[in-house]
T-cell receptor
């Protein structure tokens, strides 16, 4: 199957770190992505990771990949109110882009 | 900046009408996708295309149809709109093989009354 699961909601205080988790089911996936969707908009790519990597850091964003457990996480350091959005993980398998269920991040000032 | 455009952004239409949602990209991407997004956020793949004259049904059954006569254009048509079709529709495209980012349009918010 190609189900990609995420927790629905996360609430953090401004300045704290946010960790958004994702579990995918197909170990053949070679590319995994994190997208951000702001209200009323399409999705924008935040970062990606190849399956042969364990970690990738890009400014405030850190992606961790555990292939054994098929677990992907996105850590946002020093979370800001502008980070409030819906975050989707996604995998590419057989040319189809399959998205997770989405996690709504609420940042409390 | 992504060069992928969807029109209209918002559409309110009566039951039984035929509608076409437009999606165009100027990046020369082979692969294009249509997603339906629930109010509860989840994205469902309804159609995709590998290139001109190629169309495939996605994971979610849909009463819509698509065509891919030109690389840059991937319209989605509903022959007879129903209130159950009320949703956000997102179009995306990506290039080539391997790692390539999917670029998204701004979406079309469809309401069928």
């Amino acid at each position: 199957g190609e189900d990609v699961e995420q927790s629905l909601f996360l609430s953090v205080r401004e300045g704290d770190s946010s960790v958004i988790n994702c579990t995918y089911t197909d170990s053949s996936s070679t590319y995994l992505y994190w997208y951000k969707q702001e209200p009323g908009a399409g999705l924008q790519l935040l970062t990606y990771i190849f399956s042969n990597m364990d970690m990738k850091q890009d400014q405030r964003l850190t992606v961790l990949l555990n292939k054994k457990d098929k677990h992907l996480s996105l850590r946002i350091a020093d979370t800001q109110t502008g980070d409030s959005a819906i975050y989707f993980c996604a995998e590419i398998l057989y040319q189809k882009v399959t998205f997770g269920t989405g996690t709504k991040l609420q940042v409390i000032p | 900046e992504a060069d992928i455009y969807q029109t209209p952004r918002y559409l309110v239409i009566g039951t039984g009408k035929k509608i076409t949602l437009e999606c165009s990209q100027t990046m020369g991407h082979d692969k294009m996708y249509w997603y339906q997004q629930d109010p509860g956020m989840e994205l469902h793949l309804i159609h995709y295309s590998y290139g001109v004259n190629s169309t495939e049904k996605g994971d979610l059954s849909s009463e819509s149809t698509v065509s891919r006569i030109r690389t840059e254009h991937f319209p989605l048509t509903l022959e007879s709109a129903r209130p159950s079709h009320t949703s956000q529709y997102l179009c995306a495209s990506r290039a080539g093989q391997g790692y390539t980012e999917a670029f998204f349009g701004q979406g079309t918010r469809l309401t069928v009354v």
